[in-house]
């Protein structure tokens, strides 16, 4: 995985409802990431 | 907060009117966010891996957790943020 003070890829997807969702439209912030296999399954 | 999965926008719904999410899932269908972030190999790997990443304001990896017990530490981590 990348590492710690690595610059943080910038990225823009759609979210669930269909918003546009950049990275950058969070500058300034703390965010926090966090990627899951597969959508409502436990493990 | 941002989830990020494979998922489809419709599954990434249901998933989040499930659970009640307040906060965007992305749908990375095309895996090009998890090849970035190492969290895929390939475009098409089916799953992506339980990585959650701390961005910090100045925009650099300021935590990266492999998360090998989903229930607790994501959901400590979603707490203390």
């Given amino acids: 995985m990348l590492h710690t003070g690595t610059a943080a890829p910038e990225f823009e997807l759609k979210d669930h409802l269909g918003r546009t969702v950049k990275l950058s439209d969070f500058k300034g912030k703390r965010v926090v990431l966090w990627f899951y296999p597969k959508a409502d399954t436990p493990g | ?81």
Avoid: W
């Avoid at chain 2, 989040?16 to 970035?36: H, M, N, Q, S, W």
């Fill in chain 2, 1 to 81: 907060m941002l989830g990020i999965s494979f998922d489809t926008q419709a599954e990434n719904k249901a998933f989040a009117d499930k659970f009640d999410y307040d906060f965007p899932l992305l749908c990375d269908t095309e895996r090009t966010v998890g090849i970035a972030y190492q969290a895929a190999e390939h475009p098409k790997d089916k799953y992506a891996k339980r990585y959650t990443y701390v961005i910090g304001a100045d925009g650099k990896i300021e935590q990266a957790i492999d998360t090998k017990d989903p229930a607790g530490q994501a959901t400590e981590l979603i707490k203390s943020f």
